[in-house]
Protein backbone atom coordinates (compact mmCIF):
# COMPACT_ATOMS: atom_id res chain seq x y z
CA UNK A 1 0.00 0.00 0.00
CA UNK A 2 1.35 3.79 -0.71
CA UNK A 3 0.26 6.66 0.92
CA UNK A 4 -0.60 9.85 -1.42
CA UNK A 5 2.76 11.76 -0.70
CA UNK A 6 4.40 8.30 -2.26
CA UNK A 7 2.92 8.49 -5.32
CA UNK A 8 4.74 10.34 -8.60
CA UNK A 9 3.02 13.34 -10.07
CA UNK A 10 0.86 12.04 -12.60
CA UNK A 11 -0.92 9.24 -9.74
CA UNK A 12 -1.35 12.12 -7.37
CA UNK A 13 -3.57 13.85 -10.69
CA UNK A 14 -5.48 10.90 -11.25
CA UNK A 15 -6.12 10.23 -7.81
CA UNK A 16 -7.85 13.49 -7.08
CA UNK A 17 -9.60 12.84 -10.51
CA UNK A 18 -11.01 9.86 -8.93
CA UNK A 19 -11.89 11.22 -5.48
CA UNK A 20 -13.97 14.23 -7.49
CA UNK A 21 -15.93 12.36 -9.79
CA UNK A 22 -16.71 9.90 -7.01
CA UNK A 23 -17.22 13.17 -4.90
CA UNK A 24 -19.40 14.64 -7.53
CA UNK A 25 -21.47 11.04 -7.83
CA UNK A 26 -22.26 11.19 -4.10
CA UNK A 27 -23.87 14.75 -4.28
CA UNK A 28 -25.38 14.04 -7.11
CA UNK A 29 -26.83 10.95 -5.73
CA UNK A 30 -27.82 12.77 -2.38
CA UNK A 31 -25.16 11.01 -0.30
CA UNK A 32 -23.23 13.97 0.44
CA UNK A 33 -23.18 17.04 2.34
CA UNK A 34 -21.45 19.46 3.47
CA UNK A 35 -22.92 21.04 6.47
CA UNK A 36 -20.37 23.48 7.74
CA UNK A 37 -20.23 25.03 4.60
CA UNK A 38 -22.95 26.84 3.88
CA UNK A 39 -21.70 29.11 1.18
CA UNK A 40 -20.79 26.03 -0.81
CA UNK A 41 -24.60 24.31 -0.02
CA UNK A 42 -26.18 27.09 -1.49
CA UNK A 43 -24.15 27.08 -4.63
CA UNK A 44 -25.19 22.91 -4.47
CA UNK A 45 -29.00 23.87 -4.22
CA UNK A 46 -28.53 26.81 -6.75
CA UNK A 47 -27.13 24.55 -9.48
CA UNK A 48 -29.60 21.88 -8.37
CA UNK A 49 -32.36 24.62 -9.37
CA UNK A 50 -30.40 25.47 -12.34
CA UNK A 51 -30.58 21.87 -13.69
CA UNK A 52 -34.46 21.34 -12.79
CA UNK A 53 -35.18 25.27 -13.98
CA UNK A 54 -33.07 23.84 -17.59
CA UNK A 55 -35.55 20.26 -17.42
CA UNK A 56 -32.29 18.60 -17.58
CA UNK A 57 -31.81 16.70 -13.67
CA UNK A 58 -29.52 14.18 -15.40
CA UNK A 59 -26.98 17.02 -15.84
CA UNK A 60 -26.80 18.08 -12.26
CA UNK A 61 -23.75 16.73 -11.49
CA UNK A 62 -22.20 18.16 -13.96
CA UNK A 63 -24.27 21.19 -13.44
CA UNK A 64 -22.59 20.95 -9.70
CA UNK A 65 -19.23 20.47 -11.10
CA UNK A 66 -19.20 23.56 -13.25
CA UNK A 67 -20.55 25.70 -10.47
CA UNK A 68 -18.52 24.09 -7.32
CA UNK A 69 -15.23 23.48 -9.50
CA UNK A 70 -12.82 24.97 -6.98
CA UNK A 71 -14.11 23.91 -3.85
CA UNK A 72 -14.84 20.39 -4.75
CA UNK A 73 -11.24 19.71 -6.10
CA UNK A 74 -10.20 21.40 -2.68
CA UNK A 75 -12.25 18.43 -0.86
CA UNK A 76 -11.35 15.67 -3.42
CA UNK A 77 -7.75 16.61 -2.85
CA UNK A 78 -8.24 16.65 0.99
CA UNK A 79 -9.82 12.29 -0.03
CA UNK A 80 -7.16 11.70 -2.19
CA UNK A 81 -4.59 12.78 0.30
CA UNK A 82 -6.33 10.16 3.15
CA UNK A 83 -7.21 7.40 1.03
CA UNK A 84 -4.52 4.18 0.94
CA UNK A 85 -3.50 3.07 -3.21
CA UNK A 86 -3.19 -0.40 -2.83
CA UNK A 87 0.24 -2.01 -4.90
CA UNK A 88 -0.47 -5.17 -7.70
CA UNK A 89 0.52 -7.67 -4.58
CA UNK A 90 -1.11 -6.01 -2.01
CA UNK A 91 -4.38 -8.27 -1.04
CA UNK A 92 -7.10 -5.89 1.06
CA UNK A 93 -9.95 -7.04 2.62
CA UNK A 94 -12.81 -5.09 3.39
CA UNK A 95 -14.71 -5.41 6.64
CA UNK A 96 -18.04 -5.04 7.16
Known amino acids: MKKYDELNDKSKVAAVEVALVRLVERIADGRAS ?25 FY ?18 DARRAFYREPDDLVLMLG
Request: charge should be neutral.
Open 61 to 78: GSIVYETCKVELTEIAEL
Open 34 to 58: FPGRTELTAKIKAAGERAEKLRTPW
